[in-house]
């Protein structure tokens, strides 16, 4: 380990173009790890650096420090190639989507992730599948190069920490994770502040729409299952951004009896979005044969199919893997 973050840090000191990647459809851990890193390098390193998205940038993070940095890849010259192509939070390369090229084009690449589905597409490859989010890598390394660490990227790795242990409550909150999150306390974080701005900012129409979404939930199996669906024109009935969808498969979870929860989503003509949680049932092989990824208790794929048809081929697997 100490042998890559040398490697990584010449690397940096090296490179004279920087490009940092967070994934498609961004949450707060690859957007939180995109900024934490683009604050150290620009302040101790000196340099340069494009922080990028794809597709949308949420406005809910917009309480980031430094947010507006962000770049929307399509602004971005496809042709540049750049020094240094630095992925983080992406467990496959796809999930760079239009960016996956300029990523691919740049002289050296660094993959820093914790998604135990990445097959290591980086030259440098900082995968760790125990970590609860990218931010308590981040931190490590910023630890072990002996930065100072400020407020601002205390602020974004806590937003990391918060969003994927999904408020200190997920299976991946362990003492490591209450470590950290003191530790950033200690370097200024409010962690009623941080809250509030992440999940008490919602625009009305999104508590609407989230509620029906949810009255809409059908449950097989005794429970044991619960799947929604959001079709365009849900989306368009509510004047809902990508944004709104977030969090719903989570209330699903909540029914006492459920195991997996799943919310079907139509994206374009003939694509559905599955976005899947479980309680207990290890949910990569699943996701993995619809050609997704993601972690035990949550997972994602995207299915090639209408969402009526994509509904009961998730269903029938779902119930397979149950019996
Ligand atoms: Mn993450």
Not at 71 to 77: C, F, L, N
Not at 263 to 286: A, C, H, N, Q, W
Request: proline content about 2%; glycine content about 6%; some cysteine.
């Amino acid at each position: 380990m100490k042998k890559i973050l040398k490697e990584l840090k010449n690397e940096i000191e090296k490179a004279e173009s920087i490009i940092i990647f967070s994934h498609v459809s961004p949450d707060g851990d690859t957007l939180g790890s995109n900024l934490a890193l683009s604050f150290v390098i620009e302040q101790y390193f000196n340099k340069k650096v494009d922080s990028v998205f794809v597709g949308a940038l949420p406005a809910l993070y917009s309480y980031l420090p430094n947010y507006n940095r962000f770049k929307d890849v399509q602004s971005i010259d496809k042709d540049k190639k750049y020094d240094l192509a630095i992925a983080v939070d992406v467990a496959s390369k796809d999930r760079m989507v239009s960016g996956t090229s300029i990523y691919d084009n740049a002289k050296f690449k660094v993959n820093i992730d914790h998604h135990k589905t990445n097959v290591g597409y980086g030259d440098i490859n900082i995968i760790d599948g125990s970590a609860a989010c990218v931010g308590i890598i981040l931190f490590q390394i910023f630890k072990e190069w002996k930065f100072e660490i400020t407020k601002d990227v205390a602020r974004c790795i806590y937003t990391s920490l918060l969003t994927d242990t999904g408020g200190f409550k997920y299976e991946n909150t362990t003492p490591e994770t209450f470590m950290l999150a003191a530790e950033l306390v200690r370097l200024g974080v409010s962690p009623t502040y941080e809250f509030r701005a992440c999940y008490e900012t919602k625009p009305q129409s999104m508590v609407q729409f989230q509620a029906y979404v949810v009255s809409n939930t059908l449950f097989y199996n005794d429970g044991k299952i619960a799947f929604s669906k959001i079709t365009r024109s849900d989306m368009s009935k509510f004047n809902a951004t990508d944004e709104y969808t977030e969090g719903i498969v989570e209330i699903l979870r909540t029914s006492k009896n459920v195991e997996i929860a799943a919310i079907l989503k139509e994206t374009k003509e003939g694509y559905t979005k599955v976005s899947l949680r479980s309680k207990t049932v290890d949910l990569t092989s699943i996701v993995i044969e619809f050609g997704g990824g993601g972690h035990t208790f949550a997972a994602g794929c995207t299915i090639k199919k209408p969402i009526a048809i994509s509904f009961d081929k998730l269903l029938n697997r779902v119930q397979r893997e149950l019996e």
